[in-house]
């Protein structure tokens, strides 16, 4: 947006330092705004007196927050984006402080905001049915990718193989290791196919463990092909796409996602993808994925089995990707916010 847009004027907040690669253009004026804002009642502070000064000083046109929150005290025209309400559909799985935070506090800023942009229809929806947001007053913006994922080459996959697996085929997940994305119900259906089949393949887990990981550990500790399951945590940035593009196949079937950003940058490497048939991911994913509810761990199992002895199957999920990931573009997403913020 402000690369496309050099004649507008970008001032964005800062909570804390911010790194130099945020700043895009000349036309930013980059500001930082204290306290950091690593608690809820820091928000609040952040928002109902930093931001809202900031803004009387500023005077913008319009404030765009991207985090779902904005300053309910501010006269500013405001448009907030959302990308989900997770603390909604899983309340025990949310920190009792920002549980109490959301509960009292999303459906104000919501209702505050002009024009509200979500991040797919499915979170759009459930604006609609949970919070009772006005369907027209809600744009649909989709995520794009970083142009970082791409198709792996046949060296890179063999060096990524040896590196992580002693060379052999692996399925792939990153993402948080938390109860609400079922990497429990991974590591189980993984399990069972390796009993059903004794194939070569491995499961490769990327990402932090989240703060209540006890369901993962369980089945961890219950499979007996843990020799085969690898956790890498934290993943750095130049290896994601290493990793999801020499997979044999990504898996990712969270129970709740509000848009599912690896399934579009698994399209983008050419994996073929299994995912859940369940919020957002059956529209990012449509047709380029094998679609299981992923409650039932022998859909999970099957999808695995369906991969592994259908190489055709493989090959034609990879080609619906390649169609189905031109949906989704950073520059066309920028031009419905940039449309919503000049009304």
């Known amino acids: 947006m402000v690369k496309n847009h050099p004649d507008d004027e970008f001032i964005f907040f800062f909570d804390r330092p911010y790194d130099d690669e945020f700043i895009y253009g000349k036309n930013i004026t980059p ?5 950091p804002t690593r608690h809820p009642i820091l928000i609040l502070t952040w928002f109902e007196f930093s931001v809202k000064r900031a803004l009387e000083k500023y005077q913008p046109d319009v404030f765009f927050s991207t985090d779902g929150f904005c300053s309910l005290r501010s006269e500013v025209k405001t448009v907030v984006l959302v990308h989900d309400i997770a603390y909604q559909h899983f309340p025990d799985q949310v920190s009792f402080f920002i549980r109490k935070f959301y509960q009292n506090f999303q459906h104000r800023y919501l209702q505050k905001a002009a024009q509200v942009i979500t991040v797919s229809h499915f979170v759009k929806n459930d604006l609609v049915d949970k919070i009772g947001i006005p369907p027209e007053k809600i744009h649909v913006a989709h995520n794009g990718c970083s142009s970082s994922f791409s198709p792996a080459d046949k060296l890179t996959k063999k060096e990524i193989k040896e590196k992580y697996t002693n060379g052999q085929p692996y399925f792939f997940y990153v993402g948080a290791v938390h109860p609400r994305k079922n990497v429990h119900g991974l590591i189980t259906a993984f399990d069972i196919f390796k009993e059903k089949t004794n194939a070569p393949h491995q499961l490769v887990i990327g990402g932090r463990f989240a703060w209540q990981t006890g369901e993962v550990k369980t089945a961890f500790d219950n499979a007996k092909h843990q020799k085969d399951i690898q956790f890498l945590g934290f993943v750095e940035e130049e290896e994601l796409p290493k990793l999801i593009g020499a997979a044999f196949a990504f898996v990712y079937v969270s129970f709740f996602e509000g848009f599912g950003l690896p399934l579009l940058e698994a399209m983008e490497c050419e994996v073929p993808v299994i995912t859940s048939n369940i919020s957002s991911m ?10 299981v509810n992923p409650h039932e761990v ?3 199992v099957n999808a695995l089995l369906q991969y592994f002895k259908n190489e055709d199957l493989r090959k034609e999920k990879i080609a619906n990707g390649r169609l189905q990931k031109k949906k989704f573009n950073w520059d066309y997403s920028s031009e419905i916010i940039y449309d919503v913020l000049k009304k």
């Open 282 to 291: 059956p529209e990012v994913a449509e047709d380029a994925a094998i679609l």
């Open 31 to 35: 500001v930082v705004l204290s306290p």
């Open 298 to 300: 022998n859909e999970i």
